[in-house]
């Protein structure tokens, strides 16, 4: 059923986002802003990598680590907007339309985060899809400490049903969620 959903409202999603997309590219031609696509490998459900979507937030020659371990002074100017809204996010509907991601389900990490790639396993959080948000997102936890946010996915992952789906997403909608915090945002 929660796959019914996801693919319902990444459709709705992606032809809502249409006209985003279109005014922030506007933004790019006009005012010259940095914001682009771009894909980056993540690890998936039963632990298999996949490529995320999403709109740049940090300049190009920012180093390929989790969020939490970079600088703040590579967010983009209109990163930082697009980070605040959560407009970066949105192109990983497409990645829920494929199936690689849920709207709701642990936060997709790097392959390089080697020990919170150990802690999820240990807590057998990789045997669902990750999500666009969760607990772990609405809850402010990052991935800076890896047991922490395994545990809350783990908790996630035990109870996930139709109504803590739809919590996620309402405590999202309305301002609860975020992404990852990069070093001086801590």
């Known amino acids: 059923m929660i796959r019914l959903f996801d693919i319902s409202f990444s459709i709705l999603g992606l ?30 459900k039963n632990k298999l990598p996949f490529n995320i979507i999403k709109l740049r937030t940090m300049s190009i ?7 939490h371990k ?3 002074n590579y967010i983009t100017p209109a990163g930082r907007v697009l980070r605040k809204t959560k407009l970066d996010e949105l192109p990983q509907l497409w990645n829920v339309l494929v199936g690689d991601m849920s709207l709701v389900g642990p936060r997709p990490c790097l392959p390089i985060q080697k020990e919170l790639i150990k802690e999820r396993e240990k807590k057998g ?61 801590q």
Do not use: H, W
Not at 20 to 42: G, H, P, T
Not at 61 to 67: I, L, Q, T
Not at 141 to 156: N, V
């Open 125 to 185: 959080v990789f045997t669902i899809r990750p999500g666009i948000t969760g607990l772990s997102q609405i809850n402010a936890i990052d991935m800076s400490d890896p047991k922490k946010i395994s545990e809350i996915d783990a908790k996630m992952v035990s109870s996930m049903n139709l109504r803590l789906y739809f919590y996620c997403i309402f405590r999202t909608i309305t301002g609860s969620g975020f992404g990852d915090k990069t070093k001086r945002e």
């Open 61 to 67: 020659d920012a180093p390929n680590e989790a969020s």
């Open 70 to 72: 970079v600088s703040v």
């Open 15 to 44: 032809m809502l986002l249409i006209p985003v997309m279109i005014f922030l590219f506007f933004l790019k031609e006009v005012f010259n802003a940095d914001i682009s696509f771009f894909v980056q490998e993540r690890i998936g």
